[in-house]
Structures are given as structure tokens and as C-alpha cells.
């Protein structure tokens, strides 16, 4: 398993335009809380979708997973958690924890994985060098 070394949480509430008839988050709302938890990664550590564009690539999904583990009802306050997993290949790698907070009861735990383009939406197989140079600074090189 791999190590996470960048982790950041952010607590919300569970809308209920995210809930589905039965009062409990439907399936899909899980991406956003996830996209909630990469933004909150990117203010954190200054590596957000913006740095990435300004530096002239783009970063698509290409996977994205879920497992599900106990439901989570209208109301909830609940925190997700986002972990950068480092890797030396040209990738963005990340995994999330939803639990409760002060009782740590998991809700859901999943992955996700982004790839560089340029701007010509062509897939970038090297590390970009302002990629390298923020591992650097994060101390991951």
C-alpha cells in the first residue's frame, strides 16, 4: 500500500439536493465530495486546477473509484479526507476517506487518478517541470 505523505480534510453537510428519495446521499454526490476534497488539496499545498492551466496543461479524470461502506443521511455532517499517493510516473494519484467526525465511523473510501495534457489535449508522458518543481518543494524529490 502506498504511503500518503500530503493528506488535507474538509468537513461539510450533506445537502439535499445530494440525497436521493430514501434521504440518503445518492451514489453521485460521492465525485463531488471528492472534487470538494482535491480543491481543498490544491488551496492547501498550492497545487490547484488553475496552477495547472496557468502552467499550460490541463489534468483529466481518467479513474475514478468507490467503495461504499454505510449510507449517509440528509443533514450529516461529515468529513472527506484527500490523500496524494507520490508516484514518479506523469500522474496525479489521490485517495479519500468520508467519516464521521469524532466517531471516525467510515462512510466511504475510494481513488482517483488525473493525467497531463497539453494544450493540445495531448497526453504528457514526462513530468512537467513545474510539476517537478513542486515536489520539490513539498520534499517528495
Not at 32 to 47: I, M, S, V
Not at 70 to 75: A, I, S, T, V
Not at 94 to 105: A, V
Request: proline residues 5%; glycine residues 8%.
Amino acid at each position: 500500500m502506498e504511503e500518503i505523505k500530503l493528506s488535507v480534510q474538509k468537513e461539510f453537510e450533506v445537502r439535499f439536493s445530494e440525497v436521493d428519495s430514501m434521504g440518503i446521499v445518492w451514489h453521485g454526490s460521492y465525485a463531488k465530495y471528492f472534487e470538494d476534497g482535491r480543491e481543498a488539496f490544491g488551496k492547501k499545498y498550492g497545487f490547484g486546477y488553475m496552477h495547472i492551466f496557468r502552467n499550460g496543461f490541463y489534468a483529466p479524470l481518467v479513474d475514478l473509484k468507490f467503495q461504499f461502506k454505510k449510507p449517509l443521511p440528509y443533514e450529516t455532517r461529515a468529513v472527506v479526507e484527500t490523500g496524494y499517493v507520490d508516484t514518479p510516473a506523469a500522474k496525479l494519484q489521490f485517495r479519500y476517506r468520508i467519516f464521521l467526525p469524532k466517531s471516525d465511523i467510515l462512510i466511504c473510501t475510494g481513488s482517483s487518478t488525473q493525467v497531463f495534457l497539453d494544450k493540445d489535449y495531448k497526453l504528457v508522458l514526462f513530468n512537467p517541470p513545474f510539476y517537478e518543481e513542486w515536489k520539490r518543494k513539498m520534499g517528495l524529490l
